[in-house]
Each structure stands twice: as structure tokens, then as C-alpha cells.
């Protein structure tokens, strides 16, 4: 009865490939959010979603494309991946769109980029 | 812009004491402050928030404090177990914004 769910957990990987991340919640919430946490633990937002509405699109690369196909999934696509991706992606979910809603994180997609 | 700092990379407690971990900002307008957990190889989780217009805020063995003045946030656990080993991250929302943005984290470390 996992909360927050995030495949897969371990993406090791050449530079230049693409790859995917998925994440599913079954909170019944209506905003997800993709942050990236550094070899260093600094957690930051990337993008959130509500309802499917793109609602947070921070300076990220545009080579991540987030996609939501409904409202309990949040994927995130990386074109051509370079060394600096490395890092953990964390999905999480809140139920409104506003930041004092409490966020419920995934456990976690550790990236890593050769 | 904002910005969230921490006082200390690594603290290190006796079980059974009481932790204190602090938390720096730089803006005024910052209205909601919150705690986070993390586990090794775990997503963060919820631990306490607070509001600016509480100076004070109690859970089970933890109480966050708010200093307004100084633009300061301290999470306090009382009678530090080793389950609460982890790494912990203070974040806060300016008014009416849609993002949190996190510290850099602590990470705390009980001694048997």
C-alpha cells in the first residue's frame, strides 16, 4: 500500500541516452512534484503538476520533459543525459497546488550518468 | 531571492539526550516552515510545520521554534533515539507561492 511509488530505483546509464522515470501516487492528490537531490543532500524543485496543468516549470534543461497522462502519474523524460543528471530524483505528491499543503515524497530514483 | 541555511553539516548526540538542530532564512515574507526527515536510501518525510504567526509548536518529542526577529528556526527532539538518525531539512514557503524551498540539511547522528 505504498504511497508515493517511483520506478525504477537504480538507472545507471551511458551519456547521450535517454531514459524515463515513472511515478505513481495512490493518495488520491491532485498536484505532483520531480526534485533532484545533489551528491551534497540540496533538495530542489524541478516541476509540479496540477490536475494534470503544468504548474511549477523551474530553469530546468529542456531536455527533461515532465508528463502527466492523469492526475495519479507523473513521469519525467531525459533527453541525451550528461554527467551533471547524476543525482537522486524524488517524485512527491500533495493534494492542492499551494506549498503548505503537505508533500508525501517517493522513495527515491538514484541516477547514474557514465 | 530566498535562501535557507543550517548552523551545522553533522550533529552528533548521545541517545537519550535531547538534539537541536538549526535552521537560518533570509526573508521576511517567508510564512510557513516546515521539517523534514530523511532516512538513508528514504524520500524526506513530513516531520513538523509551523506558521509565522506561531512562535511555537509541539509534536510527539519534537517542538519547532520560530524566531521572527532573527530569522531563525530551530527543531528540537527530546530524548534523541537511534531511529531518529537521519538526515533532517528545514523549508520554508513564501506567502502565497506554490514551491517549497529546502536547506541544504543536517545530518544527525546518535550514539549508542
Known amino acids: 500500500d505504498t504511497a508515493v511509488s517511483q520506478t525504477p530505483k537504480y538507472l545507471v546509464t551511458q551519456m547521450g541516452n535517454d531514459k524515463s522515470i515513472k511515478c505513481e501516487q495512490n493518495l488520491g492528490h491532485d498536484t505532483m512534484y520531480w526534485y533532484k537531490q545533489d551528491s551534497k543532500k540540496f533538495l530542489k524543485i524541478m516541476f509540479s503538476y496540477n490536475n494534470k496543468e503544468l504548474i511549477i516549470n523551474e530553469t530546468v534543461p529542456n531536455r527533461f520533459s515532465p508528463k502527466s497522462p492523469d492526475k495519479a502519474h507523473l513521469n519525467l523524460h531525459i533527453n541525451s543525459l550528461e554527467l551533471g543528471d547524476s543525482a537522486v530524483y524524488f517524485c512527491?505528491?500533495?493534494?492542492?497546488?499551494?506549498?503548505?499543503?503537505?508533500?508525501?515524497f517517493g522513495p527515491g530514483t538514484r541516477l547514474l550518468v557514465l | 531571492g530566498e535562501s535557507v541555511g543550517l548552523h551545522l553539516p553533522t550533529l552528533s548526540v548521545q541517545e537519550g539526550d535531547n538534539s537541536i538542530i538549526n535552521c537560518a532564512y533570509s526573508n521576511s515574507a517567508s510564512d510557513y516552515f516546515i521539517w523534514y526527515k530523511q532516512e538513508s536510501g528514504k524520500g524526506p518525510q513530513f516531520i513538523i510545520d509551523?506558521?509565522?504567526?506561531?512562535d511555537k509548536r509541539q509534536g510527539q518529542r519534537v517542538t519547532v521554534l520560530l524566531n521572527k526577529t532573527v530569522k531563525h528556526l530551530s527543531l528540537q527532539i527530546a530524548a534523541t533515539q537511534p531511529g531518529d538518525s537521519a538526515v533532517y531539512f528545514c523549508a520554508l514557503a513564501p506567502g502565497s507561492s506554490y514551491k517549497l524551498i529546502f536547506g541544504s540539511g543536517t545530518r544527525l547522528l546518535v550514539r549508542p
Open positions: 512527491a505528491s500533495s493534494q492542492g497546488v499551494i506549498a503548505e499543503e503537505t508533500q508525501y
Open positions: 509551523i506558521r509565522s504567526n506561531m
